[in-house]
């Protein structure tokens, strides 16, 4: 049996607000780039109460609560709390994956012997997370990922939850559904058909009509979850420097707009990647290799990172628009692809731009597109982007 842990601090940018301003202290603070636009990266507790969310416009939140304290992010303090808070964490495990600057999986098996068990591992992590750099962390334990992340989440702030062994799947089967991954509104809905609203509900549901219903890959997963079954390994550090796609085709390709559109295509499988693997992308690489095995790679730094589909496409059929595609051999394309690079924590600090609400939207987007994908299969999606056809050398 594993143990897991979920380690999250508590409202992130705001605690660190709140931390060095004494004045800030238990009021409701909002972190973000200005008062009029934008969108709330952070809030404190006290600004929750009052149904503040983060990612909610600033104009949505000073509506809710008037008397709250707008405070411009300073990401060069977060950066190094979240330094310290991972020095922290790598004394308790080799094995520490972080999901952002606040938030990291460790699996703690193999220090058990020499730490004590995961409860006392929990509680040390936080004492020392509260002495060193005077922030709250949330933990939960748990034999499963899945499990450890829930027990973090609901037992906030300032909270330690431990689900042994044999209360996993008591634990899991009390939730509603739509606490398993990958269960959105249209698989609540599916499952609400069936009578089915909560976790144990599923698991007692036989696992062929769960398939007759949601699909082969959708039923097995849940189904799978249900019995607390999560094999996902802690997977430290994210070793990629890049994230990719690209294939070969059967017959090369002479046509921009065709290649366009399988550009879309990968860009989209790209960007889910990226958004599970909580990464931006700051650089787009095109591949192409040629009917003569000769290739090519064109690449474009982008003014801000990101981890949307439509962006890495946009770039992606630029790049495309500049290089050779002709009928003639030498000039055909066996293989396209994107690569993403450049990569950074989805977290990571970055400036606040003017299109920062719309981009917050189209990577919300983005994680909409994951979900259904993950539904109903790639097919179900069609971005809606201008693709120009025919043979002519002009892409957008
Ligand atoms: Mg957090």
């Not at 809030?43 to 405070?71: D, N, Q």
């Not at 990226?274 to 787009?284: F, I, K």
């Not at 690079?341 to 981009?359: I, K, M, S, V």
Request: glycine share 8%; with cysteine.
């Amino acid at each position: 049996m594993r143990t897991i842990l979920h380690v999250d601090l508590d409202a992130f940018y705001a605690a660190v607000e709140q931390r060095d301003d004494p004045k800030l202290r238990g009021k409701p603070v909002l972190v973000g780039g200005s008062a009029r636009r934008g969108v709330v990266a952070s809030c404190s507790y006290e600004a929750r109460t009052f149904g503040i969310k983060s990612a909610m416009p600033m104009a949505e939140a000073l509506r809710r609560c008037p008397h709250a304290i707008v405070v411009r992010h300073r990401m060069d303090r977060y950066v190094e709390a979240s330094e310290r808070f991972f020095a922290i964490l790598g004394d308790f495990s080799p094995e520490v994956e972080g999901l952002s600057l606040d938030e990291a999986f460790l699996d703690c098996t193999g220090s058990e012997r020499l730490l004590g068990d995961g409860r006392t591992i929990a509680t040390t992590i936080k004492q020392r997370v509260r002495d060193e750099i005077r922030l709250v962390a949330s933990v939960g334990v748990a034999p499963i990922k899945l499990a450890a992340k829930i027990a973090s989440d609901i037992c906030k702030p300032d909270g330690l939850r431990v689900i042994a062994e044999g209360e996993l799947l008591p634990f899991l089967h009390a939730l509603p559904v739509t606490r398993l991954w990958g269960v959105g509104e249209a698989t609540r809905e599916a499952l609400a058909s069936l009578g089915l609203s909560t976790v144990g509900d599923v698991a007692r549901y036989p696992e062929s009509a769960l398939v007759g219903r949601l699909g082969a890959v959708t039923g097995h997963h849940l189904a799978a979850l249900a019995r607390g079954d999560d094999p996902r390994p802690v997977e430290p550090e994210h070793e990629a420097v890049s994230v990719g796609h690209q294939e070969t085709f059967d017959d090369d390709i002479d046509d921009k707009g065709e290649l366009s559109v399988i550009l879309l295509d990968q860009a989209d499988r790209v960007a889910a990647r990226l958004r599970d693997s909580h990464l931006r992308a700051r650089a787009v690489v095109l591949i192409i290799k040629y009917d003569d095995f000769r290739q090519i790679t064109r690449r474009t730094t982008l003014d801000a990172a990101t981890s949307d589909g439509g962006v890495l496409a946009r770039t992606a059929i630029e790049l495309l628009s500049k290089v050779t595609v002709e009928s003639r051999r030498g000039s055909r394309v066996r293989l396209c692809g994107i690569s993403a690079t450049n990569l950074e924590p989805r977290d990571a600090p970055r400036q606040l731009l003017f299109d920062e609400a719309a981009r917050a939207r189209g990577e919300r987007l983005g994680d909409t597109l994951d979900k259904v994908t993950a539904k109903f299969g790639k097919a179900a999606i069609k971005r809606a982007i201008h693709v120009p056809r025919g043979s002519g050398d002009d892409s957008e």
